[in-house]
């Protein structure tokens, strides 16, 4: 059962374009909204996370959108560089019990081109 | 400051093996999890540990296993390997209290079972 839905799947960019990934979730549990990078042959590396309580958060070019009603989250890299180009995962993490663990979306591979 | 290291980088094995993947986690970090990465999909959680005990396991079967070490390493373990194994397996460690939710990664161990 696949609980966090991202789209699209892959995405073209120009240099300087804005790149935008979106994704669904179902589980109202879920109380935290973080997004990793991933290059080829490298573990993810966490981007930006938000939690339900803030419908944006910035942190340099990224930025993070949260719809709580619409149980939707979006990334937004701006002005877009080569060196973004990467695999994007978003996810959500519940806490259950004394753990938590985080529920990945299927990835987003983004090419920025000049 | 050493980040997350797991070991080895690369495996082959045979169906029906046993195979033990190693990691140990960022300085000072005492929580260790487990995810599978298959490929094109976002990773999948196998299991958490902490003070040496499995906090929280994924939907996996009992052939996964794991162990932490008093400094706080991890290993992972699958038995009766199956064709569908094959994945990256990466390791994840946290800073206290913060359970699962800032992750750091390791690069994975990338296991193709034949």
């Known amino acids: 059962q696949q609980q966090v839905k991202q789209s699209p799947q892959s995405l073209i960019v120009q240099k300087g374009g804005i790149p935008i990934i979106n994704c669904a979730y179902e589980?109202?549990?879920?109380?935290?909204f973080p997004w990793y990078q991933q290059f080829p042959g490298k573990g993810p590396a966490l981007l930006i996370a938000i939690r339900p309580d803030v419908s944006e958060k910035k942190e340099g070019r990224f930025t993070i959108s949260f719809n709580k009603s619409a149980k939707q989250f979006s990334l937004h890299i701006m002005d877009s560089q080569p060196g973004d180009s990467a695999t994007y995962f978003c996810a959500a993490s519940d806490r259950s019990g004394t753990a938590s663990k985080l529920t990945f979306g299927t990835g987003t591979r983004l090419q920025v081109t000049l | 400051d050493a980040g997350v290291t797991q070991s080895p980088t690369h495996l082959i094995k045979t169906r029906g093996q046993q195979v033990t993947l190693r990691c140990s986690p960022k300085?000072?970090?005492?929580?260790v999890s487990w995810y599978q990465q298959a490929l094109g999909q976002g990773p999948q959680f196998i299991f958490q540990y902490y003070e040496e005990e499995e906090r929280q396991r994924g939907n996996f079967p009992d052939r996964f296993s794991g162990h932490q070490f008093p400094n706080y390493s991890s290993e992972l373990n699958v038995n009766a390997l199956l064709l569908g194994d094959s994945a990256l397996y990466l390791c994840?460690?946290?800073?206290?209290?913060?359970?699962?939710?800032?992750?750091?990664f390791g690069s994975g161990t990338q296991l193709s079972v034949l």
């Open positions: 589980n109202t549990a879920f109380d935290y």
């Open positions: 300085s000072g970090h005492d929580t």
């Open positions: 994840a460690s946290s800073l206290p209290g913060q359970g699962e939710e800032k992750l750091f």
